[in-house]
């Protein structure tokens, strides 16, 4: 059973969430945002029902998961306009899960609401298809903001990063940084990875750069993260796909 005024028939709701009483008001003519939501916490998604409860008349929640295979299937079902997604989920990278909805769903938009504010995970979102990516800091109101702004065709960044991201891209633009830089990999992360795609162990890597084999570890392990990787073999791939080095 889920809050009142959110049953759909034939669908097993993931959040048991009361709504609170009190209809908002409607505005004439318009139609509410229809809204999945997809999270890997679920106290997460009942907040998340709790709080846009006061934006019921410009958003309407149709369905919430924190499962990533779920989210396809409630997708299918639902066929809503936005799905709000987190970038980590359960067994799964949710840019994987961005870029499988946005492959089957061809006017469906996908808005990543997150912890992360790091400008790496925003550029891998908007490279996989990603209409927005906001922070979880964005009170109701916001939300209802960007997702209005995301069905109006726009692409919306939360402002507590996107001055950032526009003073990387000019500096990007300009020729400033170094290889990898773009996916948000510091200089030193950057010729590890190089070093890494040549073939290089970590104590060969240590000796060229003049630093500590774990030192060497250290870095490899920020660029699993950064990389959304578990291994060196799949951040030298993810290397070559991007063409950062050759």
Known sequence: MGPEGWENPGVEQTVDTPTPAGPAPKVPGARPVRLLLVDDHQVVLEGLVSMLASERARVEILGATTEPGEALRL??????????????????????????????????????????????????????????????????????????????????????????????????????????????????????????????????????????????????RSIYRKLDVSDRSQAIAVALREGIFH
């Open 75 to 220: 997708a299918a079902d639902l066929d809503p306009d936005v799905v709000l997604l987190d970038v980590r989920l359960k067994g799964a990278s949710g840019l994987d899960v961005c870029q499988e909805l946005t492959r089957r769903h061809e006017r469906l938009k996908v808005v990543f609401f997150t912890v992360y504010d790091d400008e790496q995970y925003l550029f891998q979102a908007l490279r996989v298809g990603a209409s927005g990516f906001l922070l979880k800091r964005t009170t109701a109101t916001e939300l209802a903001d960007h997702l209005e702004r995301v069905m109006g065709g726009e692409i919306t960044i939360d402002p507590a990063i996107a001055g950032r991201v526009a003073v990387t891209a000019a500096r990007l633009q300009s020729g400033e940084f170094w290889p990898g830089a773009y996916l948000g990999l510091t200089q030193r992360e950057s010729e590890v990875l190089q070093l890494m795609v040549r073939g290089l162990s970590n104590r060969a890597i240590g000796q060229q750069l003049y630093i500590g084999e774990e030192t060497v570890k250290t870095h490899s």
